[in-house]
């Protein structure tokens, strides 16, 4: 049987945040997300619980999360929390799953949920204390480099998610946040972080910088990560990581997972119709190699 690679869709979350040109509607967001799940994905970052000063674009997330959580309940369903108040709002939006966000390094951390390192850990507790059924699947940020301190090295990730480990988090998604990665890097950080946790789940988030989302994405799956994040069309980019653009397109690494023998699940043909959908109701920076969604290729 094909090994099975889950690939998690957060267009809905990093691909959304980075519009500024619109508000998009949310019915709009609920119909290219039903195009998604249509396709066979099912895990999927539906928004985040943030300031609306933050990130406006993320205001209607309590409603795209109990329309979709009624609607589709056997979907994994996820958002990003920037703090304890978010994590309530999720908690009462009625989702099981959230991505509380701290940045391996301190001052994209302090740019992006203006906390110290102390302060999130401590926000973390917090949050874990009071909802104690929630799952926790923990965003390290910047793991692999900062738009404000360059360069993160593998023993200092290592060290940070111990800190994390310690105060019981099993469950970690490394974030390429600003897409500076390259394969030995992937493999170097997934093997130390495996051998060192080897009761952890980690899953891997890459931006698509420097055109090399796809090639990091499947170097992670090859090290034995079951789970990649990915947006629809590769839209995307971080408001608060400069020089970021999209993440690898889902579109685009379904088609080579399939190609390699990895099963994911997903109908390439509706998926491509769903990446059709969106660039048509939503202008925005897409890293997705669009001639895939305008020519069939008879076989493929
Ligand atoms: N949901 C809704 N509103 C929130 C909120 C949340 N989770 N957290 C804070 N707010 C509101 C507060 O009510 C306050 O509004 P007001 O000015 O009208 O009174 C304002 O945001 C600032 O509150 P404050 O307590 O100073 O915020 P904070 O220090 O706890 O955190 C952040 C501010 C980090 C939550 C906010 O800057 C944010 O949401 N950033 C988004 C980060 C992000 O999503 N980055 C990209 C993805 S990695
Ligand atoms: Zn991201």
Redesign the pocket.
Known sequence: MNKHVTVAEIGPRDGF?SISCMMIPTETKLEIIEAILASGVKKLQCT????????PQMQDATQIAQTLLEKHPEVDLFA????F??AQ?AVEAGLKTVSP?ISLSVSHNQN???RTHEQSFDELKRIMDTFPELNIDLDV?TAFGCPYEGRMTVPALVDFVGKLYDLGIRSFNICDTIGVAYPTQIRETFQALMAAYPDVHFSVHIHDTRNMGILNSLEAVRCGVDTVQTTLGGLGG???APGATGNTATEDFVYLLDREGYETGIDQKKLLAAAKLEVEKIPGNYSGHHIHINVEQKGF
């Open positions: 945040q985040s619980f943030v300031s609306p000063k933050a990130i990003l929390v920037p703090n108040r978010g709002s966000v992006n949920v203006r940020a971080c408001p608060f």
